[in-house]
């Protein structure tokens, strides 16, 4: 019998997933496809094509894919070449306390391109999530005179290194980023400065005394 294995079936965003089948017929060609879901019900998918080895095992860390969305050796090529179904958009965590992103994997017995139509059903399934934030990791919204953001700071007394996390020209807040890092030891403020709250909806130019503010706050931060 077919069977996937993929382990861990929990974990950070950050974390190695080992994705493994078994059951297929020596030298046997099929095809591994990875499908998520966003908050928005966007659908991103990858695929690649493999050669079961002569006990009839692929095992993505060591078996190179042949095709689909990238070729050779890449344990977690799955999921880097996720591509979206609907063009332009990208697979964001907006809120990380929420719940986790769930993935989806599943073998196909042949190489299955995917390419319009209904596909035929997969021979197996097996389901893995990935959380930004770690359970034991505090956040706390700061709205302090003009600052607006999310702090995220590890458990425990520290202390820890700080960072302010500031994403581009698109404005608003993004927290996944800050939580992942305060997972793995750091306290991260996520610092929004337009297009978010009361904070000015565009930029023409910058206050750099707005930033020197953020870095006051995070410096008087007990961790």
């Not at 359970?135 to 302010?164: C, E, K």
Request: charge should be neutral.
């Amino acid at each position: 019998m077919v069977n996937l294995i993929v382990t861990p079936e929990t974990g950070l965003a950050d974390e190695h997933v080992h994705i493994k089948a078994s059951g297929l017929q020596p030298n046997q060609l099929a095809t591994i496809r990875l499908t998520l879901h966003d908050e928005k019900e966007n659908v991103f998918q990858s695929r690649a094509f493999y050669k079961a080895d002569v006990e009839g095992q692929i095992n993505l860390d060591s078996n190179p894919a042949l095709g689909g969305n990238y070729q050779g050796v890449h344990p977690m090529g799955l999921l880097w070449s996720l591509k979206p179904l609907k063009p332009f958009q990208r697979p964001v965590k907006k809120d990380v306390k929420a719940g986790p992103f769930l993935y989806t994997v599943d073998l196909f017995e042949f190489l299955s391109v995917g390419l319009g139509g209904a596909e035929p059903q997969p021979t197996c399934s097996a389901t893995f999530n990935r959380w930004h934030i770690a359970a034991d990791v505090q956040r706390t919204q700061i709205r302090d005179g003009r600052l607006r953001g999310t702090i995220f700071s590890p458990a425990g007394t520290g202390p820890y290194p700080g960072i302010i996390d500031l994403f581009g020209g698109g404005g608003g807040l993004a927290e996944y980023r800050a939580s992942l890092l305060a997972s793995r030891g750091f306290v991260v403020f996520a610092l929004a400065y337009f297009g978010y709250e009361d904070l000015p909806r565009s930029f023409q130019k910058l206050d750099l005394e707005y930033f020197e503010e953020a870095t006051d706050l995070l410096l008087k931060h007990p961790k």
